[in-house]
């Protein structure tokens, strides 16, 4: 397809299982980022690939998230341990170019609710 | 405070009426995004502008970058624009991490 493509679209998981979430990104894409999102809120930005480089994970929140760009392609958000609050929607964007004045293109996310 | 506002959070219209939502920020800029987002969470991304005005069919984005506000407005206003509006910076200091505001939900009703 043309666009970003993110799976699975909703995942539930108990709480304690670990969950892997995959994007792929629009081909030749340089920058990839990951983003979560409440309900009711803006996206919040959790960490930031250049082709397989991770160049800013301030944003994920705990040392149980992991992300990874092997290839520089699609990349995987792993939580292990997964608790109530991190159900959210999780996007990802992919944009063309390195620096920030490219707009981003985003898919439509997976809804990951934790029982 | 937050580095990014939206107002109003909400918003509802009468199918053809013009309508603007307001963005303030407080941190230097190198571009400022907004987006549409509908119900499922899908965003598209509508303009991206570092100055002046943008615009694209019936929506209009303008920036002032002295007063750090930026306005997102929608002409003859029809009920498939009802989404969520949402505003997001990237800062001079970090230009690829975007700031987001939480977004005016609108809904524009026939």
């Known amino acids: 397809g043309a666009g970003v493509s993110q799976s699975p679209r909703y995942k539930v998981a108990k709480r304690g299982q670990d969950v892997a979430l995959r994007c792929d990104p629009i081909s030749g894409h340089v920058s990839l980022f990951w983003y979560q999102q409440a309900l009711g809120q803006g996206p919040e930005f959790l960490t930031y690939f250049q082709n397989e480089a991770q160049l800013d994970k301030s944003g994920l929140p705990s040392d149980r998230f992991f992300a990874e760009r092997p290839e520089g392609s699609v990349s995987t958000l792993k939580i292990q341990r997964t608790q109530q609050e991190d159900s959210a929607v999780y996007l990802c964007a992919s944009s063309l170019a390195r620096t920030g004045r490219q707009p981003q293109h985003f898919g439509d996310g997976t809804r990951l609710s934790i029982l | 405070k937050n580095e990014v506002e939206q107002s109003p959070q909400n918003l509802t219209a009468q199918e053809g009426e013009f309508i603007t939502i307001n963005c303030s920020y407080s941190v230097g800029i190198s571009a400022l995004h907004w987006l549409q987002q509908h119900p499922g969470g899908g965003i598209v991304s509508l303009f991206m502008l570092s100055s002046g005005k943008k615009k694209h069919g019936r929506l209009i984005a303008t920036i002032n970058i002295q007063e750090k506000h930026s306005s997102l407005h929608i002409t003859a206003s029809h009920p498939r624009d009802s989404a969520v509006y949402i505003c997001?910076?990237?800062?001079?200091?970090?230009?690829?991490?975007?700031?987001f505001g939480t977004g005016t939900r609108l809904q524009v009703f026939p």
């Open positions: 997001a910076v990237g800062t001079t200091y970090n230009t690829d991490k975007l700031i």
